[in-house]
């Protein structure tokens, strides 16, 4: 399954962003891919992957690409706060869980 990636400007990074999708993609079952092409919408599951807690990059449009989104913005996903080096972990867990239906 392609999985949308969205990223923010960078302006603000707190995260090492490229390191934490490289670890997601490691962690991810092999039949999944992240990808940065719109052209596959919409996506059944979105990453928003923001440097800092604004998550400038959600937007309407960004919206409509995926039906279900996980968002990592700083050091939280979804809103909860985790310490940097398990973020790739619970965001594979997360992405996981939708794949499940939940």
Do not use: H
């Not at 990808?35 to 449009?61: F, M, N, Q, R, V």
């Amino acid at each position: 399954m392609d999985i949308a990636v969205k990223y923010c400007g960078g302006c603000n990074c707190q995260i090492d962003r490229s390191r934490i999708l490289t670890d997601i993609q490691e962690k991810l079952d092999p039949a999944d891919r992240l990808t940065t092409d719109p052209s596959g919408a919409p996506y059944a599951i979105g990453l928003l992957a923001c440097g800092c807690t604004s998550a400038c990059a959600w937007k309407p449009e960004v919206a409509a690409l995926a039906g279900k989104w996980v968002t990592l913005a700083g050091k939280t996903l979804d809103s909860r706060e985790f310490p940097e080096e398990e973020l790739a972990a619970v965001a594979v867990q997360r992405i996981n869980e939708i794949k499940n239906g939940g």
